[in-house]
């Protein structure tokens, strides 16, 4: 996947999400320019986002899949806003999301 040059001139970073039910070690083998899933990119403009969270859905009273991407796009702002844009958004808590869809292996 490459960036146009609109892309490359604003700096923007775009958030892609791995396709529901794909394993750690998909996700792992999709990266980079010859990657197997939606993540076959090595642009460091790009945020690979895996797995998909687990969201409470009082209308059916069920757990449902989300995107992580929404939840990382609204975390990055809301550490820009409180921290500023120099500030690293990670390790900071993600709100509202109670559960993950899948494990990532410790080791």
């Known amino acids: 996947m490459s960036l146009s040059p609109w892309q490359r001139s604003w700096a923007p970073v775009t ?15 999709g990266r980079g320019p010859e990657g197997t899933i939606n993540f076959n990119t090595s ?4 945020r690979l986002c895996y797995p998909h969270v687990k969201v409470y859905d009082p209308v059916t009273n069920t757990e449902r899949l989300e995107p992580l991407s929404q939840r990382a796009a609204g975390l990055r702002a ?13 390790n900071q808590e993600i709100l509202g999301s109670p559960a993950w869809s899948a494990s990532c292996p410790r080791d």
Do not use: E, H, N
Request: without cysteine.
């Open 15 to 29: 958030y892609i999400d791995a396709p529901v039910g794909t394993t750690f070690a998909q996700a792992l083998a």
């Open 43 to 46: 642009s460091d403009r790009v």
């Open 78 to 90: 809301r550490v820009d806003l409180d921290k500023g844009y120099w500030w690293s958004s990670s």
